[in-house]
C-alpha cells in the first residue's frame, strides 16, 4: 500500500516543529513535500534579529540541515512559490508549473508584513522586516551606515532599529502611539524602555503619523504629518502583520481575518489543514512561537488519528535587546474589577507590576529585573490563588518562604511543571528528568533533547542552572570553546578528528568537519596549519598563505612594516667574526637599530622588506641561520657560562645548552617555547620562569616546565631528576613533543600543563619508558622536514614573490 | 592633470600573486596592495589598514577580506571597510582582469560606490 501524501505549503518554524513531532510519533506513516518560497531550510525567525545586529550568523540559526530533510526523507522544494490548491483535484501548483497531489495539506503561509500605503511606498530602500532577505537587504544598506528610519515601535520594530544602531546606522523610530510597544507594556515599563533605547543612541519619536515616504529614485526620507522631515536611506515598516490567507481564500477554504481552523487546526475543508501565523483559532490569530508550537503538536497529533484539541494559548513577550531585560504576559489594562502590585527602584531601574484579578495573577510587566517572569506566568497560567503571599509576591519567588542567597534556590524551589522555555513549552519536571534519564552534560545535548532553551534563547540562564542543580559539579557550562566562528568544534575536538579521520590538508579538514566559511579566518587557518605540520610532517605541504606574516618571511614586522630580523646565537655564545658581520651588514644596509635581546641573541630592526633577503646572504655567509625570533616554534635557549668559567658551576651548562638548541631548531610549537639552562641553583639564565628550564645541580639534572614570565607570571614546576646530559636532552625532546601533539595553537605550555594536569604528564615522560621513547622518536622525525633554514632557502629564491612589489608604475610617463 | 586616474594600468598576470595573497604595486606615492582570493577575484587597495597604518598586503586572505597583520583588524577587499566593531575604510581602486593579466585603475572608488554598483 503507497503511503498517504502530505502537502506542506511553507517551511517555517510551525510547520517545521510539526513535522518533527510527527516523525517521532509516526515515522513513515506519510511521504512529506514541501514547497517553499524562501530558497532556504527552515531556519530560526525569532532570531533574526541578533543575526541582525552581528551577533549570530544565519548558520547559527539554522534549525534543519539539509541532512535533515534526508534522514526524513523530505521532499523540499526550495524557492517555489505556490500559486493555486485545486480542492476537487485535491493537487497544489507551484509558480515553477510543479504541480503534486496532497491526501491531506497544510497551510502554513505565515504572515505578511503590513506596509502602510503611503505615497512612495513602493520606493526601493523601503523594507519589512520578516525573513532573511529581509535582514540581508538591511545589512547590506546599513554597509554604508547612513540613517535609517524604522517606522513602527513594537518588539520587531525595536529590534530592528537595535540591530539597525549596531551595524553603525543613524536611526530614528517612529511611532504612532503616545507609548511604545503599547500592546505588551504598560506606560511606565515603556517609559523605562524608551529611556534605555534613547541611551544606546536610538531616536525614538512618539506620536508621529507617516504621511508620505520621500524620495525620487529609492528612499530619501519620512515626511510625517506634523510637517517634520526625517531623512533616511532606509525605511523598515514594522507596523504589524496580517495572515498570509489569500491562498486558501482562492481555493474558497473559510477565511477570517486568518484561516479559520477549529480545536484540531482542520480548516472547513477535511483534506486540509492550517497551522502558525495564517490561522485564526477562536478568533485569534498567533504571531509568536510559543502558541503555534503548541498548535503545531496538536496538529501532529491529529495527523496520526489523535484527538488532541488545542484550546488557546497564554503568550508572554521578550524583547532581544542585548542588556535589556523586558518581560511581559497576560492583561495589564486597569479595571474596577483589578488590583494591582507595583515595585519601583529608580536607581537599579527596576518597574515590575502585577495586575490581579479576583485574587489571581492576570498580567504581569517586568522591566530590568526578569528573572520571576517564569514564575508569575506559571501561577497565571496555572491560575493559582495568590492570597497567602500577596504581601511578598512582589519581590519573587525566592522571597518566598525561606531566604537564601543561591542564586539557583529560586529554579530549585520551582514545581515540576513550572515552563521554563515558554517558546517550546518545556516544563522544568521534563528538562530534569531527561537530563538524569539521557545523562546529559551539555547545553547543547539538553537543547537538542528538549528543545528548552532552543529558540530565542532567552531562558539559557534558567537551564543551566537546572542543568547544575540537577548534575551538581559535573556541569560545566564553558565545557567547549569553539576554535573560531568558523566552526563549533573547540581545538581539542579538532585535533582528535584530524588524527581519527586522517585529514591531511586544510580544505579536508574544513569539508569532513563541516566548517561554516569557504575558506576560514585568520584564527583557524594557522592553528589548522600548525596542527597538519605537527601531525604529518612527512606527508603534509606547509600552506605559507595561512602562516602569519611573520612565519612566512622569517622575520618580525614591526609597526611600521619593517621588519627585524635575529640570527640564531647557539645558547646565546657568540664570537668576533660573528659580530664584525652583524656589524658589517648594519653598515651596509643602514640599519637604523641595533639591539640586545632577552634571550640572548642580538636584534637588527628596521629592515625594509626588499632588503631581507640581500641581509640573510650576507649573514649566511657569516655561518647564521635564522634565530626563528617570529615562529611559534623553537625561540631561544638561554644559558649561563657554567663549568666553563663560574666558580659555581655544578656542569656543563652553555655546552647542554647549545646541544638541546642545535637538536631542537627549527620545529614549530603551538606557541612560542623558550628554555634556559642554568649552572647551578642560582640560576642566572632564568630557567625557573622558562617554558622548559633545566637547573644544574651535582647529581645531575633537574628539568623544569611551564614557567612564565609575561603576561603571567609564573614560577616553573619540576619535572624531575635525571643523572646524564643524554638524558636530559631524551626527556625534554618528549615533553616537547608530548605538548606540540596535545597543545592547543597558541596555547603556551604552562596552559597546557594546567588543563592536562602535572601527575599526568611527569608519569607519561618520567615513568612510562615507552610512551617517552614514542613521543621522542616522532620528534626525531618531524626534524628531518623542519630542520632546513628558512634564510638559506629563500637567499637560494624561494618565495621570490613575497620580497619584491609585483610592478612600479612611473605615473609621470602616463601624461 | 591628473590623466593617469582616469585609466588602467597593466600591473602583472594572476599568477604572480599566491591565491590567498596579496602582491604591492608602488605608484611613486603610496603602495596598492593587490589581492587575489581562493577563487581568482582580484581586489586592490591602498596598503595601509585605517587603524595604524598596517601593511594589508602582508595579511591573512580569507573569503573576501584580509586580517591586518598588526592588530588583527578584518578589512573587507571589496569595500575596503573594517568588519566587526572596528570601523574606517581603507581606499579602494577599481580592478580587473582581462585574460589573466591584471588591469589596475588609480581612481579610488567609496566603498558606497562599491555598493551601489553592485
Known amino acids: ?815 | 592633470m591628473n590623466t593617469h586616474m582616469k585609466s588602467w594600468f597593466d600591473v602583472g598576470s594572476i599568477s604572480d600573486i599566491p591565491r590567498r595573497g596579496a602582491r604591492c604595486v608602488k605608484t611613486g606615492t603610496m603602495t596598492v596592495a593587490v589581492f587575489r582570493t581562493a577563487d581568482d577575484k582580484v581586489f586592490a587597495l591602498e596598503d595601509k589598514c585605517p587603524h595604524r597604518n598596517g601593511p594589508l598586503s602582508q595579511g591573512i586572505v580569507h573569503d573576501g577580506c584580509v586580517t591586518c597583520p598588526l592588530h588583527n583588524w578584518v578589512i573587507s577587499l571589496e569595500t575596503g571597510r573594517a568588519q566587526g566593531a572596528d570601523e574606517g575604510a581603507t581606499l579602494s581602486f577599481p580592478v580587473r582582469l582581462e585574460g589573466d593579466r591584471i588591469l589596475l585603475s588609480l581612481m579610488p572608488q567609496t566603498a558606497e560606490a562599491v555598493i551601489a554598483a553592485e
Not at chain 1, 511543571?417 to 534519564?437: H, P, Q
Request: proline share 3%; hydrophobic share 40%.
Open chain 1, 1 to 815: 500500500m503507497s503511503r498517504e501524501k502530505l502537502v506542506v505549503i511553507g517551511n517555517g518554524m510551525a510547520p517545521g516543529r510539526m513535522l518533527e513531532e510527527l516523525f517521532e510519533k509516526a515515522p513513515g506513516l506519510f511521504d512529506v513535500t514541501i514547497f517553499n518560497a524562501e530558497p532556504r531550510v527552515n531556519y530560526d525567525r525569532i532570531m533574526l534579529s541578533p543575526v541582525l545586529s552581528g551577533e549570530k550568523a544565519y548558520e547559527d540559526i539554522i534549525i534543519h540541515g539539509d541532512d535533515w530533510y534526508r534522514d526524513h526523507g523530505v521532499t523540499l522544494h526550495r524557492g517555489a512559490k505556490v500559486s493555486g490548491i485545486d480542492r476537487v483535484a485535491k493537487t497544489v501548483t507551484a509558480e515553477n508549473g510543479l504541480t503534486v497531489s496532497y491526501d491531506r495539506l497544510v497551510i502554513a503561509t505565515g504572515s505578511l508584513p503590513f506596509i502602510i500605503p503611503v505615497p512612495g511606498h513602493q520606493l526601493p530602500g523601503v523594507l519589512a522586516y520578516r525573513d532573511l532577505d529581509d535582514v540581508e537587504k538591511m545589512l547590506d544598506i546599513a554597509k554604508n551606515k547612513g540613517k535609517a528610519i524604522v517606522i513602527g515601535a513594537g518588539l520587531l520594530g525595536l529590534e530592528a532599529a537595535y540591530g539597525l544602531k549596531r551595524q553603525g546606522m543613524d536611526v530614528t523610530v517612529v511611532h504612532l502611539m503616545p507609548t511604545i510597544m503599547e500592546r505588551q507594556l504598560d506606560p511606565a515599563a515603556a517609559y523605562l524602555l524608551e529611556k534605555a533605547l534613547t541611551e544606546r543612541g536610538i531616536n525614538i519619536i512618539t506620536k508621529a503619523d507617516t504621511k508620505a515616504i520621500l524620495g525620487t529614485t529609492r528612499v530619501e526620507g519620512v515626511e510625517l504629518k506634523d510637517g517634520r522631515i526625517l531623512d533616511g536611506d532606509m525605511v523598515v515598516m514594522a507596523v504589524g502583520i496580517r495572515p498570509a490567507s489569500m491562498l486558501a481564500k482562492e481555493a474558497g477554504i473559510a477565511v477570517n481575518r486568518g484561516i479559520v481552523v477549529d480545536d484540531g487546526m482542520m480548516t472547513s475543508d477535511p483534506n486540509v489543514y492550517a497551522l502558525g501565523e495564517c490561522a485564526e483559532h477562536r478568533g485569534t490569530c498567533y504571531g509568536l512561537v510559543a502558541p503555534l508550537y503548541e498548535s503545531a503538536r496538536i496538529l501532529a497529533d491529529r495527523l496520526c488519528g489523535g484527538s488532541g484539541e488545542y484550546g488557546g494559548s497564554v503568550v508572554n513577550t521578550k524583547l532581544k535587546v542585548t542588556g535589556i531585560n523586558l518581560f511581559s504576559a497576560g492583561d495589564f489594562a486597569e479595571g474596577d474589577d483589578r488590583e494591582e502590585i507595583v515595585l519601583r527602584d529608580a536607581t537599579a531601574g527596576v518597574y515590575k507590576r502585577l495586575v490581579l484579578k479576583n485574587d489571581r495573577i492576570i498580567g504581569a510587566v517586568l522591566y530590568g529585573e526578569t528573572a520571576d517572569g517564569s514564575w508569575y506566568f506559571d501561577l497565571m497560567k496555572r491560575s493559582v490563588p495568590v492570597t497567602e503571599m500577596r504581601d511578598t509576591l512582589i519581590f519573587g519567588q525566592s522571597y518566598q518562604g525561606g531566604t537564601t542567597l543561591d542564586p539557583r534556590a529560586a529554579v530549585a524551589a520551582l514545581p515540576a511543571e513550572a515552563e521554563i522555555c515558554g517558546c517550546n513549552g518545556v516544563c522544568k519536571g521534563k528538562i530534569v528528568d531527561t537530563i538524569s534519564a539521557k545523562g546529559l552534560t551539555t547545553l547543547d545535548d539538553v537543547r537538542a533533547h528538549t528543545k528548552a532553551s532552543a529558540s530565542c534563547g532567552s531562558c539559557t540562564g534558567l537551564v543551566e542552572q537546572l542543568m547544575s542543580i540537577t548534575l551538581g559539579d559535573a556541569f560545566n557550562p564553558h565545557a567547549v570553546k569553539p576554535m573560531c566562528g568558523c566552526t563549533d568544534l573547540g581545538h581539542s575536538d579538532v585535533r582528535r578528528l584530524i588524527m581519527a579521520k586522517q585529514l591531511k590538508t586544510i580544505p579536508a579538514v574544513m569539508q569532513e568537519l563541516e566548517w561554516k566559511t569557504s575558506c576560514g579566518c585568520a584564527k583557524c587557518r594557522p592553528a589548522l596549519n600548525y596542527y597538519l605540520v605537527c601531525d604529518w610532517p612527512d606527508e603534509y605541504a606547509d600552506d605559507y598563505q595561512s602562516r602569519f606574516i611573520n612565519e612566512r618571511v622569517h622575520a618580525n614586522i614591526q609597526k611600521d612594516g619593517t621588519y627585524s630580523v635575529v640570527p640564531r646565537m647557539w645558547g646565546g655564545m657568540t664570537s668576533s667574526s660573528e659580530l664584525r658581520a652583524i656589524a658589517d651588514v648594519v653598515d651596509k644596509f643602514e640599519i637604523p637599530a641595533v639591539k640586545v635581546t632577552g634571550g640572548q641573541r642580538i636584534d637588527m630592526l628596521g629592515i625594509k622588506k626588499e632588503d631581507l633577503p640581500a641581509v640573510w646572504a650576507d649573514l649566511g655567509k657569516a655561518g647564521f641561520v635564522s634565530g626563528q625570533a617570529y615562529a611559534k616554534g623553537l625561540r631561544t635557549v638561554k644559558t649561563c657560562v657554567g663549568t666553563d668559567w663560574c666558580r659555581f658551576g655544578t656542569q656543563d651548562s652553555t655546552g647542554l645548552g647549545i646541544r638541546i638548541e642545535k637538536f631542537m631548531w627549527g620545529s614549530w610549537t603551538p606557541a612560542k617555547l623558550k628554555m634556559g639552562v642554568s649552572g647551578c641553583p642560582r640560576n642566572c639564565a632564568e630557567a625557573t620562569c622558562k617554558d622548559i628550564g633545566v637547573i644544574c645541580v651535582d647529581s645531575g639534572f633537574e628539568i623544569h616546565f611551564a614557567g612564565a614570565a609575561g603576561l603571567d607570571i609564573k614560577g616553573t614546576e619540576v619535572l624531575g631528576l635525571v643523572k646524564t646530559e643524554d638524558e636530559a636532552l631524551e626527556y625534554i625532546v618528549a615533553l616537547t613533543q608530548m605538548y606540540r601533539e596535545q597543545g592547543h595553537y597558541l596555547e603556551r605550555i604552562y596552559k597546557w600543563a594546567k588543563r592536562t594536569g602535572l601527575d599526568e604528564i611527569r608519569r607519561q615522560i618520567m615513568t612510562d619508558t615507552e610512551k617517552r621513547q614514542g613521543y621522542y622518536e616522532r620528534f626525531v622525525l618531524s626534524q628531518k622536514v623542519a630542520q632546513v633554514d628558512p634564510w638559506s632557502e629563500r637567499v637560494s629564491g624561494k618565495d621570490k614573490h613575497e620580497f619584491k612589489p609585483m610592478s612600479e608604475l612611473k605615473l609621470e610617463a602616463a601624461e
